[in-house]
């Protein structure tokens, strides 16, 4: 689907974070097309703040970064709400112990990449959100969340009986969601 042609909910939070002031500026003018409230900052500290101060629906952030990786944000974001998608990007090469982490973010853009890809890889961010939300609603440990995502907590042990089914088609939408 071409940028064009994308139907956002413009009143949506996009945090993006990148130590790179010209991709900064390239997001803040390009999103601000589709989207009321996107807020970019440079760093992790920054990032955090904003995670406090406004309810962030989706975090983009570059992988390296000075003092504070996009990992280490990453893991940071989860502690903070567990249902905001993270999506990482990157212009470098990375390595076997990053790559694994890779399999933690909700999705990976690789440096550089063109607006399309950016629409699909935000598209794809946001309806993840939406359905992670639905099942935060029917999680009872919200801090289980991210763990019946990975699969290593049983859907008997943190959603009640009667919205077992529920969960487990939002489980399979999230999965497709690439």
């Known amino acids: ?102 399999n933690e973010a909700d999705g990976y853009l690789r440096k550089p990449f063109n607006v399309d890809q950016l629409h699909d890889f935000i598209n794809n961010g946001l309806l993840r959100r939406e359905k992670m939300k639905q099942l935060a609603s029917l999680v009872s440990d919200k801090k289980q969340l991210r763990n019946l995502l990975k699969g290593t907590v049983k859907i008997e042990k943190v959603i009640k009986k009667d919205q077992q089914d529920e969960a487990k088609a939002l489980l399979d939408e999230i999965s497709q969601v690439a």
């Open 1 to 102: 689907m071409s940028q064009s042609q994308q139907k956002y909910d413009r009143t949506s939070f996009i945090l993006v974070v990148d130590d790179d002031n010209t991709l900064l500026k390239f997001f803040k003018i390009h999103l601000n097309k589709f989207f009321s409230k996107v807020i970019v900052v440079k760093n992790a500290k920054e990032a955090i703040e904003s995670l406090r101060e406004k309810t962030i629906d989706l975090v983009i952030s570059d992988i390296n970064m000075p003092r504070i990786d996009g990992f280490q944000l990453m893991k940071r974001v989860r502690k903070h709400d567990t249902a905001i998608p993270v999506l990482l990007i990157s212009g470098a090469l990375l390595n076997k112990d990053e790559e694994d982490l890779l």
